[in-house]
């Protein structure tokens, strides 16, 4: 509403009637007995609450009328909310404000008047309790104050009606939010037994913590793996699976990641329900809610110890390989299927005359100075892998003091994707 609007006395008026939700409502007995007892105290074969709208008037309760609405403009309460609490009007026909009422003149031909303003709390009237007669008469002292007692009474009940509505909506709105809420805790709970069983049924072991880090959730393999019990695994008691050397760095990282909200991965190796440790790999990532509140992780630990054996392996192999290459005299060295060098010898970077990083995941094209001696050499390794057979070359070359080599090709070493090539070349004259 507009401000010059509730500055309009009017206006507040008809606003303070619309907060109790009251016109064109049906007849309710609390409010046909007060009418019904303002007639019998007041003696008068009619007595009405009427509320007084925007241009209409509406009969909440009403005796010896028959009606719950009269025109507006025949309306004797529009006039009686004028006035500060009370209007009595002994003969209408002797009152310049009535005597050419349409009621008055004609059908019923009422004559008497009185009504009592129900006003609210702040002083706004919003309609009347009223009695009226068909022949003149007046009201004793008493009758006026009983009148007035049982206006206030209608509007304790407008009052009590509007708390027991407002009640009611509070109500229905907090059974909604109830069965929203259950609703919400029924779907949570059928998603979070749905992750549980996906994440016990997975082959990888699974956690979820809070965002203090505590672990709330360990999947049925991680429990299998480690032997741990709940009670045991659960909070920060999945670091004592950890290794104890590892533990230490494991935690660090952990509480380091957390505290940062920032993924976490760490390796360490982890005790078997046997007792013996494994490595494995531990990576989460974190949650947060619809606000972006920070909720905690979701992570999961895969055993990686044969990978690690693997690697280990890898590591000692090419070690081995790289101390064999340096014993062996002359110029050794390998090459990828694409003739990539991928090892080289002493001999070959003395031979070549540039260091082994400038040879290393290089063609003959890219170091070679003839490019085509690059040509023919690159084209004879690409038949000789082809063939995956061991073939003596001769192949010239010029280097600053160099002019051949003879190579052969390890079929064995083809076969396992890796064409490697064992050369020994002999200095130039």
């Known amino acids: 509403m507009r401000m010059n609007e509730m500055d309009d006395p009017e206006s507040r008026r008809l606003s303070a009637l619309v907060r109790y939700e009251i016109l064109d409502t049906p007849r309710e007995v609390a409010f046909d007995e007060l009418a019904a007892l303002a007639a019998k105290l007041c003696d008068t074969p009619i007595a009405v609450v009427n509320l007084i709208g925007d241009r209409r008037q509406f009969f909440k309760a009403e005796v010896g009328l028959g009606v719950r609405e009269t025109p507006f403009e025949s309306s004797f309460c529009a006039k009686a909310i004028l006035e500060q609490d009370f209007l009595l009007v002994p003969d209408a026909t002797q009152d310049r404000r009535f005597?050419?009422?349409?009621?008055?003149?004609?059908?019923?031909?009422?004559?008497?008047?009185?009504?009592?303003?129900?006003?609210?709390?702040?002083?706004?009237?919003?309609?009347?309790?009223?009695?009226?007669d068909y022949e003149p008469r007046q009201l004793t002292e008493l009758q006026q104050e009983a009148l007035r007692v049982l206006s206030r009474q209608v509007m304790m009940q407008l009052e009590l009606r509007r708390a027991l509505q407002e009640r009611t909506r509070q109500l229905e709105v907090a059974e909604a939010r109830e069965q929203s809420l259950r609703f919400a805790r029924a779907e949570l709970s059928d998603s979070e037994a749905r992750f549980r069983n996906m994440a016990d049924n997975t082959p990888v072991m699974m956690w979820v913590t809070d965002p203090q880090g505590y672990c709330t959730y360990l999947n049925r393999s991680w429990y299998e793996f480690t032997g741990q019990a709940k009670d045991e695994a659960l909070g920060y008691g999945w670091l004592n699976a950890t290794h104890p050397e590892d533990k230490p760095t494991a935690e660090q990282a952990f509480l380091e990641a957390n505290g940062a909200q920032r993924?976490?991965?760490?390796?360490?190796?982890?005790?078997?329900?046997?007792?013996?440790?494994?490595?494995?790999?531990?990576?989460?990532?974190?949650?947060?809610?619809p606000a972006g509140e920070y909720l905690g992780y979701v992570g999961s630990v895969v055993d990686i110890d044969e990978r690690r054996e693997a690697e280990d392996a890898l590591r000692r192999a090419n070690t081995l390989l790289e101390a064999v290459m340096e014993a062996v005299p002359g110029v050794v060295y390998a090459k990828d299927h694409k003739g990539r060098i991928i090892a080289a010898n002493r001999g070959t970077t003395e031979l070549v005359g540039k260091p082994l990083e400038e040879l290393i995941g290089r063609t003959d094209k890219e170091f070679l100075d003839d490019?085509?001696?690059a040509e023919k050499v690159m084209a004879n390794d690409a038949r000789v892998m082809a063939q995956v057979r061991a073939e003596a070359l001769e192949e010239e070359v010029s280097f600053p003091d160099a002019v051949a080599w003879v190579s052969e090709v390890d079929p064995d070493l083809q076969t396992a994707a890796e064409a490697a090539k064992r050369c020994f070349g002999e200095p130039g004259p």
């Not at 008055?104 to 009592?116: D, I, M, N, T, W």
């Open 99 to 132: 005597d050419c009422n349409p009621l008055v003149v004609g059908e019923p031909h009422l004559r008497f008047y009185a009504g009592a303003l129900l006003k609210t709390d702040d002083g706004l009237p919003i309609g009347t309790l009223c009695v009226l």
């Open 263 to 289: 993924p976490f991965k760490a390796e360490y190796r982890l005790r078997r329900a046997d007792g013996s440790y494994r490595w494995a790999i531990d990576a989460a990532s974190p949650r947060f809610g």
């Open 371 to 373: 490019p085509m001696q």
